[in-house]
């Protein structure tokens, strides 16, 4: 499965984002994430995070990986 982003996602709200994904593709495991947050390095082609602010607001461009 080719890389997917979502360049238009950033700037709204992480909530909003991470539903419009998941309303995309459900079987795509979607997280809404503090920028900084530890996670895994592995990749999985079905995961999407979403990187917000402390307001919640996407600050990076969404991608499957």
Known sequence: MPL???P???GTNGD???SLIKRENP???VSVLLIGT???ADFRENRV???VDTNRIV????STG
């Open 8 to 10: 238009e996602l950033v």
């Open 27 to 29: 079987s795509f495991d």
């Open 49 to 51: 995070r979403v990187w």
């Open 38 to 40: 530890i996670v895994t």
């Open 4 to 6: 997917k982003t979502w």
């Open 59 to 62: 600050v990076t461009v969404p």
């Open 16 to 18: 909003y984002a991470a």
